[in-house]
């Protein structure tokens, strides 16, 4: 089976600016999570999709929102792009019922100059 | 608020060695241990997990350690080889989220 992949691999972008990241999960996981990662603050949960539904949200601005479609791919959106939101985001996909059993993308590396 | 506490941040062992990271947590809110590892430029993947109700899982050379009356819970690498040069993260289930500690560099000199 292929593995979650994430595109693109690499961003950068002004501030100000915003941002659309991807995420294609593994097949037959429905569950997607993105997470952002941070030398300082680590790994952060930002939101969990399901069924194309929000289920679960971090603690983070509302300049960050994703949506799910029918086929399980998911995307990520930013706004109003700061110099702090340069981070890996990561995407993790999970069968139901398995939640700590994420399998994570390689991330997309956002820089924001 | 860090829910979860790593330490230590960074570790260097022998080969051969046993590598030991451990985590403490501030609620019991949580109804999974996982740790995960992480190589540059990968994301970081499952190595093992433990539920509350167990005190020890052992997967090869790696073991959990839980105690659910101290919050505590522990990683223990045995015969640690040059290949298990990582950063790992424990983590704790909430629900569909994962909670991440932030973190233990190891590195295995040969």
């Known amino acids: 089976k292929a593995g979650v992949t994430q595109t693109p691999r690499y961003l950068i972008k002004t501030r100000g600016q915003q941002v659309t990241l991807s995420c294609s999960p593994i097949s037959g996981h429905r569950s997607v999570s993105w997470y952002q990662q941070t030398p300082g603050q680590g790994l952060q949960f930002l939101f969990e999709?399901?069924?194309?539904?929000?289920?679960n949200k971090g603690n983070f601005p509302g300049r960050f929102s994703g949506r799910q479609f029918s086929n399980s791919r998911s995307e990520m959106n930013v706004s109003t792009l700061e110099l702090g939101d340069s981070a890996l985001y990561l995407c993790?996909?999970?069968?139901?019922?398995?939640?700590?059993?994420?399998?994570f993308g390689p991330g997309t590396r956002l820089t924001v100059l | 608020q860090q829910q979860v506490k790593q330490s230590p941040q960074s570790l260097i062992v022998q080969k051969g060695g046993i590598s030991i990271i451990n985590c403490a947590y501030e609620n019991t809110a949580f109804d999974y241990f996982p740790w995960y590892q992480q190589f540059p430029g990968k994301g970081p993947a499952l190595l093992i997990a433990i539920r509350p109700d167990v005190s020890e899982k052992k997967e090869g050379r790696f073991t959990i350690s839980f105690n659910k009356s101290a919050k505590q819970f522990s990683l223990h690498i045995m015969d640690s080889q040059p290949g298990d040069s990582a950063t790992y993260f424990c983590?704790?289930?909430?629900?569909?989220?994962?909670?991440f500690g932030k973190g233990t560099t190891l590195s295995v000199s040969s």
């Open positions: 983590a704790l289930k909430r629900g569909t989220a994962l909670i």
């Open positions: 999709y399901f069924s194309e539904t929000q289920r």
């Open positions: 993790a996909s999970s069968l139901e019922g398995t939640p700590h059993t994420q399998y």
